[in-house]
């Protein structure tokens, strides 16, 4: 392993702050606004930041510190908020962010929020604590799935008798694009199961035009269907860090669940490449009881026949993977399984966890010529790449100055992307999402040789 | 719903009706509970122009009411990212959690060009101290003093200047100390901005702590002076979409000579270097008319308004610039140049007018975008039917007359207002009293900003800080043909069927400034208003005769 100087200073981060994840799960819910608790330019830049992914409207409110806020408290800040956002925009739900500045201060979010006289607010209201200082937009995001269903599912709920004929599933995605939500929604409609996804932002953040104005976009996944995720037959949770997390005793979404009402839930990695969508249907045969539709298995024939057409354009070749850690996990899993070499495999984040991770996913012999790396910024993976002699890196839109100081192809996948139109309708999971990814990353390598050879064949 | 929803006549669009703008004022202040009513009736203003060329009074740079969704920005917004985002040889580190830093990577479109690939630009990066929960418990600064070392052994770069997030003031993180000290230890310039989120009402705080700022630490620091005839300081230009290199070219077939802009495509070396011009020109009033009243105080430069978006307001200002300098052969070249450049421009302007004429377009953007921009329009016979500002002042809407009246509150406060005087050495007046005066008497306009309002016609409605709930009723009750606005509003406003032009990044258009710019411009607004993507929103199997719903844009 090549051994970098650590740096104290962050330069070009590969990860963003902790409310944004939040923010982005409360656009996945139906009726929901989302209200950081802090200065004004959080919301605007978040807003902005997730609007240039998606370029789609996005609102998030913002209870607007003044520096007297700063100094006295947020309470009545806060409070004035969320009656202005409730008599605004009628909302079923207010999503309640802290950011750096409440959290310094010591503001008590739940703790205001129960003081208040909400017989005038009929929103639900819902906080999640997301210091900025800690963490990052991952753990913001899963930190708001959880609050979000401990609140719809409070542990005083009764667990009344449940004959559980009909199987119903909760599923927590992790942070996907669009077109994978969509996608999950397909396959659990042609296994005809009920399922309950959370978040899901795929209408909210891809809506056609309105006819009617609408202070808050359509979609989203309905309050009343995460209140009765105490009813369901079993959770899913994808993400290995996430599932890592959870075998460590730490709370998710889907043990909240398990714990109090017993619902078994299977943690797995983001199905990317075959092996990993193989887990994944073969457990949803399990839940279900329903036998995975012909399309299916059609579709994964048809993928590793391309696998073995494509197979001369990418073995041995060498990648760089970054972004979130379960993205970069289940990427590097897919990459190995077609005989990519993932040389470089780095995240912002730091759970201590991808390591093990991609012990578990990718083969020993090719494991040995990983470098992983957590916590790390772009300048020192492009440091660090240089030695690697990768071919292509794939990941989001902000690699992109690596890739061109390294003279190489740069695959977009994940988020954000904001330097192409259809960020957001990339499709990364299934057997369906694989052969996409598959297909653009062999004719990624196949035009970069096609372009820089002299003559420029144009047949394989 | 009022009448003038309902009255036909006042919403078809095409008819040359409009609604009665106090009726639409009415309308939106209905919904907003009657303290919200109160304060927003102040920034809602139906406009008119009195005999001695007043305007009424607009109620702007008061704070939002918190949960009502805002276009603005904050203090480090307007003091990183907008004045000292575009310096590109300065290393900017961002000291406070990852969000901040990030969020002000590359995401404005303000421009730079190195003289070769070997100089320095630091602008691709984004520094950060990444505060962590230790750091908010124990202190940052040891991590600050490190990031900097760090930036100074890797660069070696002039400058390096540190930007306060919101946790930094709280936990008492003393960047001006750690600043002092590290340029002494390093022997570069290293200064601190204390532009924490929370302080002031929008980005424009931001400004005035980054006016502050440069002014203290940077301008004066090298007296060389040019070696031109005709030196000027661009002011409040920030080269987004390259309108900076678009200048610069038509200033330089003039002979004008630009020692320093403030700040797009700038220098440190620059900045430095700027008190030696004879002139500060102003683009954008707002965000620096600091640094342009405090360099007349200390150095004796004067400061003009001046005007390049536009081909009409880029003539006129160029011609602003040679009478101030009062020599037959740069007025003669001056005006060489503009006849030049206009026949190319008056080609395309003619061409697109006769598709455009008679359209109305909405602007609520920044600090004085709003204002330049219906230049453009009224050049390609289009009309501003409602505009306003983002985070501007009283002056920018009603003209720097008011400022004596304008009200000072605790926000306000709380930005610093630097005490200056003349420079001992340096202050050298570049035009006698007397000059002035016969300038004046000749009509010549000295540090004046005449504000958006006179510009705009009787009955426009202005609105300051607009809500999404406003532009919403906007567009309904207007049908504009055109909205522009920035990123956050772009997506809404086309859900309505509305084109919407961003003027902050451009849509990864530009230039629009200068006669190029006015030739994009008119091109991209053609190519925006005319569009046939708007006849296909609806399919036809989508017509349903019972379904008596309408598209805004219908």
């Not at chain 1, 090719?366 to 790449?385: C, N, P, R, Y």
Request: hydrophobic content about 35%.
């Amino acid at each position: 392993m090549i051994k970098t100087k650590p740096y104290t200073a962050t330069r070009n981060a590969c990860k963003m702050c902790t409310p944004l994840g939040a923010a982005l799960v409360f656009h996945g819910i139906e009726g929901t606004i989302p209200l950081l608790h802090g200065s004004q330019g959080c919301s605007t830049y978040m807003r902005r930041y997730l609007i240039s992914h998606f370029k789609e409207p996005v609102d998030i409110a913002s209870s607007n510190f003044s520096e007297e806020t700063a100094i006295f408290g947020g309470g009545a800040n806060l409070k004035l908020a969320i009656e202005n956002v409730a008599r605004q925009y009628t909302p079923q739900m207010i999503g309640i962010a802290s950011t750096c500045l409440s959290e310094t201060i010591g503001d008590d979010v739940a703790m205001i929020i129960n003081s208040m006289d909400t017989s005038s607010i009929p929103a639900m209201l819902v906080h999640v604590s997301t210091p900025s200082y800690t963490g990052t937009h991952v753990d913001g995001f899963h930190h708001a799935v959880q609050a979000v269903v401990e609140q719809c599912n409070p542990d005083t709920i009764k667990i009344k008798y449940k004959p559980r004929a009909k199987k119903k599933i909760n599923l927590f995605p992790g942070m996907l694009s669009n077109e994978d939500l969509r996608h999950l929604k397909e396959i659990f409609m042609d296994v005809k199961t009920k399922m309950t996804l959370l978040p899901d932002y795929s209408e909210r953040l891809e809506g056609p035009s309105w006819v009617e104005y609408q202070a808050i976009q359509q979609g989203g996944t309905p309050i009343r269907a995460i209140q009765e995720m105490n009813l369901a037959t079993a959770s899913m949770e994808f993400g290995s860090i996430l599932g890592s997390v959870r075998k460590k005793g730490e709370k998710t979404a889907g043990s909240w669940l398990e714990h109090n009402f017993d619902i078994p839930c299977v943690s797995l990695g983001i199905p990317m490449g075959v092996k990993a969508t193989d887990l994944f249907f073969s457990h949803l045969e399990q839940l279900t009881l329903k036998v995975i539709p012909e399309k299916y298995k059609r579709q994964r024939g048809r993928l590793i026949d391309s696998y073995v057409d494509g197979n001369k354009y990418v073995s041995k070749k060498r990648a760089i993977v970054y972004g979130e850690e379960d993205f970069v996990t289940a990427m590097a899993g897919f990459l190995a399984e077609i005989g990519v070499i993932p040389v470089l495999c780095a995240s912002g984040g730091k759970s201590g966890l991808l390591k093990q991770a991609l012990d578990e996913i990718i083969p020993k012999n090719i494991l040995k010529q990983v470098s992983v790396h957590q916590g790390m910024d772009f300048t020192q993976m492009e440091k660090h790449a240089r030695e690697l002699a990768p071919d292509f890196a794939i990941g989001n839109s902000k690699g992109y100055p690596m890739a061109r100081h390294l003279g190489i192809p740069l695959v977009r996948a994940g988020f954000p992307i904001h330097d192409r139109v259809g960020g957001s309708r990339i499709l990364h999971i299934g057997y369906k999402g694989t052969q996409q990814l598959f297909d653009t990353i062999v004719n990624t390598l196949l035009r970069k040789r096609q372009d820089t050879s002299d003559i420029g064949y144009a047949y394989m | 719903m009022s009448t003038i929803l309902k009255d036909p006549k006042n919403i078809e669009p095409g008819t040359g009706v409009l609604p009665d703008p106090e009726e639409v004022r009415k309308e939106m202040l209905a919904r907003y509970p009657a303290k919200v009513a109160r304060k927003r009736s102040k920034q809602i203003t139906v406009n008119k122009i009195e005999e001695d060329g007043s305007v009424p009074e607009m109620g702007s740079n008061v704070r939002t009411v918190p949960g009502i969704i805002t276009q603005r920005g904050c203090s480090y917004a307007g003091c990183k990212g907008v004045i000292l985002g575009p310096t590109r040889d300065i290393v900017n580190i961002t000291h406070g959690p990852i969000g901040c830093g990030f969020y002000s990577w590359l995401t404005r479109r303000n421009q730079t060009k190195p003289p070769s690939d070997d100089h320095e630009n630091y602008m691709t990066y984004c520094f950060s101290t990444d505060m962590q929960d230790q750091d908010i418990v124990f202190g940052g600064e040891k991590k600050l003093k490190a990031a900097i070392q760090e930036a100074y052994d890797i660069f070696k770069p002039k400058a390096i200047s540190i930007f306060s997030t919101c946790p930094v003031g709280l936990i008492g993180d003393d960047v001006h100390a750690v600043a002092r000290e590290m340029k002494e230890k390093l022997g570069i310039n290293i200064f601190g901005f204390s532009c924490e989120g929370y302080k002031g009402v929008s980005q424009s705080a931001g400004h005035h702590i980054a006016n502050n700022g440069v002014f203290t630490h940077i301008v004066g620091k090298d007296d060389t002076i040019m070696d031109a005839e005709y030196k000027i300081n661009l002011l409040g230009e920030y080269n987004i979409g390259g309108d900076g290199f678009e200048i610069d070219r038509i200033l330089k077939d003039c002979g004008i000579s630009v020692v320093s802009t403030f700040s797009g495509n700038s220098t440190y070396d620059q900045f430095a270097n700027s008190h030696t011009a004879d002139l500060n020109t102003v683009m954008c009033h707002r965000s620096i008319n600091y640094v342009a009243d405090m360099m007349e105080i200390k150095y004796g430069i004067p400061w003009i308004k001046i005007n390049f978006i536009g081909a009409k307001s880029t003539a006129k200002s160029l011609r602003k610039i040679a009478a101030y300098f009062e020599e037959e052969k740069l007025i003669k070249q001056v005006d060489e140049v503009i006849e030049k450049e206009m026949k190319e421009v008056e080609k395309v302007r003619l061409d697109v007018r006769s598709r455009c004429e008679g359209k109305l377009a909405m602007l609520f953007v920044g600090g004085s975008r709003a204002h330049h921009y219906q230049e453009l329009f009224k050049e390609i016979g289009m009309k501003t039917v409602s505009a306003g500002y983002e985070f501007a002042h009283r002056d920018d809407y009603e003209g720097r007359k008011v400022i004596p009246q304008i009200k000072i509150d605790a926000d306000s406060r709380n930005i610093e207002e630097l005490d200056i005087k003349p420079d001992k050495e340096k202050f050298t007046p570049r035009k006698t009293a007397e000059q002035i005066t016969a300038l004046e008497e000749k009509g010549y306009e000295f540090k004046d900003y005449k504000g958006m309002m006179p510009d705009m016609d009787e009955g426009t409605l202005v609105i300051d800080d607009i809500s999404q709930y406003e532009t919403e009723l906007l567009l309904k009750i207007y049908k504009p043909d055109i909205y522009c606005a920035g990123i956050k509003e772009k997506y809404a406003v086309q859900k309505s069927g509305i084109p919407m032009k961003q003027l902050h990044s451009y849509d990864s258009g530009g230039p629009y400034a200068g006669f190029k710019g006015a030739i994009n411009f008119y091109k991209e607004i053609d190519r925006m208003v005319n569009s046939r993507v708007w006849g296909y929103l609806e399919a036809p199997w989508q017509k349903n005769p019972e379904l008596s719903a309408k598209y805004v844009w219908e």
